[in-house]
């Protein structure tokens, strides 16, 4: 069942002066959607516009154009305070650096207890302490946690009280902007299952944005991939790796270091960023496709199915057989 | 052509000083590439800064030599310095954002690099700028190109072709790709290993990312807490890693391939170097810890062509790591 998705979805940013006014299309009309408890991925390099789609769903921008519908309404029409508290409280986000997204003059407990007062209104003070050892052992901290300062804790820790933060809400949908890139590897797996155990314990949805397609893997169950402020594919994060479909997916892939697997030196690729101010219309990702064709040139590709759930916007892809049949 | 060979380097602080690295040997030979990987706070930087002898207070070679062809390095005067670096040991920086000046072209920073170090005329000067930045893939046009109208990926290249400048025989690498989406990362590795073979310089190799170097380097260094724990042949490593953090290392990164399966990374968190546990300073996170591991500090075990800081390999207990490995 769709918690949220988005229909059309598009920010632009005017930059420059007056002069030479440009627009840079950060998010392209995006189509996603996220189901109760699926944890889906978002996979892109820097600048692919996946973090302003977190920001778009978080209510921190406002889209150019789109929509963004919650349960079924869209979130232009909650325009109240209390609705959009409402809002707030059901999809807050997790941010990328746990050094800066806690204040360090407050004990750990009091950015919880906030969250509690402010969302939460029905619990007593007694409750809400309840609540505040509850969610901070849901993410496997000590209860001790709650009375240190952030600067007591390891970059894990306080990535879990980020956590720990959200689930006071009560949240349905958790978006997580990076969680692990600013920790140590030996403890990003941890993070990792964190998501996963979350997701069964306390029915959340999570939407994970990374730019590290193994993690996606690991812990998702839906692989959106995006390349210049378009989704280029997506699809059942196994489909997607052991059949990518977009030549972009396929060079991504094959560039991940795999120590267990041989190397591909084949491409030449330098990983050029792609131009995102006043695209012209066409695939944005022509000027690196090795499978390029005219129409590539002319015509924005759009997502089309080519296999059971599993999408590609690319002129040169291909359906499976499965798809043709009846 | 290079032989560290006890290095410590310490951190004053108001209180007992931080031994950041402690007491490390390497030995680079010509045109080898050397991978040190750690976590952050393993002293890899560290180790790599006083190399290059760019340490500033309050950090400090304590004990050790680095002798680099013939001269030890830490006995130098900054003027001795001068005279080597750049021409035979360059540096390049982990974030081209800031090591590039980003209010000069491109080339006034080789410009800039040359006066300091060679008295060559303008013309020579300009010539072997466009030759080192052919040699990265990038257009000599680029010269007269400020910082900001590169891409990440071509910063970090033009890095590496100012350290190029001179063709030294060592050019000492932080992190450098690490700011780079994976495509450009692995283009980039791929040029490095390309100049190194045709132009025949030595590598040492900072990382976080053990996966990064594995197809890359000739020799890996494992660091943890500012102490080498495993030491050999990369394949070896890879193959059948000795030491348990170096185990868990490996087993901390999710595979693109295979089954998907659990994986439980390392439990804990690295040591604060400041009160670093006593004896083996892994025994809080190892999994197979065992009573003496908290009072005995292991020195490196030979392991087949490995060496690996664990008691796991002492040799009266050679028998049982077979077992277990």
Redesign the interface.
Known sequence: MTLLETVGLTKHFKIGGNVSRRTLHAVDDVNLSIDRQEIVALVG??GSGKSTIARLLARVYQPTSGEIRYQDRPLSSMRTRRQSLAYRGDVPMVFQDPFSSLNPAYRVAHGIMRGLKLHRRDLNRAQRREEALRVISAVGLAPGVLDRYPHEL????RQRVGFAQALAYRPKLIIADEPVSML???????L??LMTALREQEGVSILYIT?D???A??VSDRLLVMYAGHIVESGPV?DV?ARPKHPYTQ?????????????S?D???????PRVIDPKPGCRFRWRCPLAIDVCERVTPELRLLAPGHSAACHVATPEPSLSEP | MLEVRGLSVEYATDGAPVVAVDGVDLDVAAGEFVGVVG??GCGKSTLLFAIARLLSPPAAITAGSIVFKGHNLVTMTEKQLNALRWRDCSVVMQSAMNALNPITTIGAQFRDVAHAHMDWSADEVAERSAEVLRLV?IDPIHLKSYPHQL????RQRAMIAMALLFTPDLVIMDEPTSA????????L??QIKQLQRQLGFAVVFVT?????V??FSDQLLVMYAGLIVEVGPTRTV?DSPAHPYSR???E???????V?R??????G??PDLARPPSGCRFHP?CPVAMPECATTEPPLYSVGRAQARCLLHAPERAPLSEVRS
């Open positions: 390099e820097s390891s970059g894990g820790q140590d590897v030996s403890i990003r797996i941890g990792l299952n730019h397609i193994a993690s893997r690991y196994e790796l060079l991504l892939l094959s560039a991940v270091p795999d120590p267990r697997a041989p190397l030196t491409s030449a690729d330098q990983g050029e960023p | 976590e952050s893939g891409s990440g990926g071509m780079l989406d994976v495509v450009a990362q692995r283009s590795m791929v976080h990312d053990m996966s990064l594995s197809h890879f868990g290392l490996l901390a990164f999710p595979s693109i391939r295979g998907r659990p994986l439980t990374g390392i439990p968190s690295p996170r």
